[in-house]
T-cell receptor, first 116, second 116 residues
Framework: EAGVAQSPRYKIIEKRQSVAFWCNPI?????LYWYQQILGQGPKLLIQ????????DSQLPKDRFSAERLKGVDSTLKIQPAKLEDSAVYLC??????????????FGPGTRLTVT | AQSVTQPDIHITVSEGASLELRCNYS??????LFWYVQSPGQGLQLLLK??????LVQGIKGFEAEFKRSQSSFNLRKPSVHWSDAAEYFC??????????????FGKGTKLSVKP
């Protein structure tokens, strides 16, 4: 079974530029999560999708971050414009919706973003 | 509010020695508790989880954890550490609210180094 795919793996941009990350979850996983992991911290949830609908985006900085999951499968996370403090690893995870918290979240390898 | 505290930022143990990583949580109800491991450049992998029942939980790679409600703790243990266990370990508590499928709140992690 293929795991969660993310691209790119690394990205370096200058502040005020825009950037987009892509995630393809495990086939059949209706729930998709984007996390931000700043160096020295644990992952922090940015947004959760169930199919193509948002169920929790309370911690997403909506003035600069946006995310979509148009067909209920893959997803993109965008930052525009980027700030220095956005430097982090962006992790995508997916899980089976029917299991809720009892289901395992499977994580992708992440995208390491450096903003200079 | 829910939170997770991992008091040890970095631990070094000798190969073959026993290991205990500490985790304390704050949560109003019976918590869902998880331990994840993250190797360099990799996503997070679930080691074990606790929902209810037996307070001693067995996981993959020879790890176990014990839930102690009176101490609000969920410490991770391994009787004999292997060099391949060197990684960062994250404790997380699951919170389910609103219409979400539940989210994970992570601690800041404990980095484990293994001496030969």
């Amino acid at each position: 079974e293929a795991g969660v795919a993310q691209s790119p793996r690394y990205k370096i941009i200058e502040k005020r530029q825009s950037v987009a990350f892509w995630c393809n979850p495990i086939s059949g996983h209706a729930t998709l999560y984007w996390y931000q992991q700043i160096l020295g911290q644990g992952p922090k949830l940015l947004i959760q999708f169930q199919n193509n609908g948002v169920v929790d985006d309370s911690q997403l900085p909506k003035d600069r971050f946006s995310a979509e999951r148009l067909k209920g499968v893959d997803s993109t996370l965008k930052i525009q414009p980027a700030k220095l403090e956005d430097s982090a690893v962006y992790l995508c995870a997916s899980s089976l919706v029917s299991q809720g918290l009892r289901g395992e979240q499977y994580f992708g390898p992440g995208t390491r973003l450096t903003v200079t | 509010a829910q939170s997770v505290t991992q008091p040890d930022i970095h631990i070094t143990v000798s190969e073959g020695a026993s290991l205990e990583l500490r985790c304390n949580y704050s949560y109003g109800a019976t918590p869902y508790l998880f331990w994840y491991v993250q190797s360099p450049g990799q996503g997070l992998q679930l080691l074990l989880k606790y929902f209810s029942g037996d307070t001693l939980v067995q996981g993959i790679k020879g790890f176990e954890a014990e839930f102690k409600r009176s101490q609000s703790s969920f410490n991770l243990r391994k009787p004999s550490v292997h060099w391949s266990d060197a990684a960062e370990y994250f404790c997380a508590v699951g919170a389910q609210y609103g219409g979400s499928q539940g989210n994970l709140i992570f601690g800041k992690g404990t980095k484990l180094s293994v001496k030969p």
